[in-house]
């Protein structure tokens, strides 16, 4: 094969990606966290509806849920502490929708629970991916796809998250609502419920 020829094959085969993964996830998503020696650290469940994202994370006893609501430009992460339940809002001047490159440089990796998957290299590092569908969550790395296995550094040490449910479903519209029974609180106003509550 000639240098053109390769050459044109790959921009025919990066526009095909490009194209693919404009298509946006709607459904859930299950990824298992493990530490650097392999040892379970938890479970991360992700809603989408193509727009908007309910993210849970589970890990041991302690549960972390976030609601990303982009047409809206709101954020807020709930927290549930000593018996209060409140949603921490991201003010609306500090809510960006993120970009995704359009293409990367991949190799093939194969499928995973019967998505075609490509692995490129990204600014988290080694990240495998479909490029079937795009889930642009900001948890996730930024890749034009839908991640199905990569690495985060975080204070916890290095985390390994490996995709091991998909579902088409869509999910309940009321999970991209605050749940009843929350208080939405600035910044500020959760640190001065937090010193209350620990003051007792």
């Given at each position: 094969m000639t240098p053109m020829r390769q050459l044109v094959l790959g921009f025919l085969i990066s526009l095909s990606f490009t194209t693919i993964a404009q298509t946006p996830f709607i459904g859930t998503v299950k990824y298992a966290i493990t530490d650097a020696n392999?040892?379970?650290?938890?479970?991360?469940?992700?809603?989408?509806?193509?727009?908007?994202?309910?993210?849970?994370?589970?890990?041991?006893?302690?549960?972390?849920?976030?609601?990303?609501?982009?047409?809206?430009?709101?954020?807020?992460?709930?927290?549930?502490?000593?018996?209060?339940?409140?949603?921490?809002?991201?003010?609306?001047?500090?809510?960006?929708?993120?970009?995704?490159?359009?293409?990367?440089?991949?190799?093939?990796?194969?499928?995973?629970?019967?998505?075609?998957?490509?692995?490129?290299?990204?600014?988290?590092?080694?990240?495998?991916?479909?490029?079937?569908y795009l889930l642009n969550y900001r948890l996730l790395p930024a890749v034009p796809g839908l991640p199905v296995e990569f690495e985060f550094n975080s204070e916890l040490g290095?985390?390994?998250?490996?995709?091991?449910?998909?579902?088409?479903?869509?999910?309940?519209p009321s999970v991209f609502h605050i749940p009843e029974g929350f208080t939405i609180v600035g910044s500020d106003e959760l640190m001065t419920i937090f010193d209350g509550l620990t003051a007792e």
């Open positions: 392999g040892n379970d650290n938890g479970v991360v469940t992700i809603h989408s509806d193509g727009t908007n994202f309910h993210c849970q994370e589970l890990v041991g006893e302690f549960s972390l849920a976030t609601l990303e609501l982009p047409e809206q430009r709101s954020e807020f992460m709930l927290v549930t502490f000593l018996g209060r339940q409140l949603a921490l809002a991201t003010p609306a001047d500090k809510f960006h929708i993120r970009s995704i490159p359009e293409s990367m440089h991949t190799a093939s990796a194969g499928d995973v629970l019967g998505l075609k998957c490509m692995q490129t290299v990204c600014a988290e590092g080694v990240v495998t991916y479909s490029p079937d290095k985390r390994k998250y490996k995709l091991t449910d998909i579902n088409h479903t869509a999910p309940d």
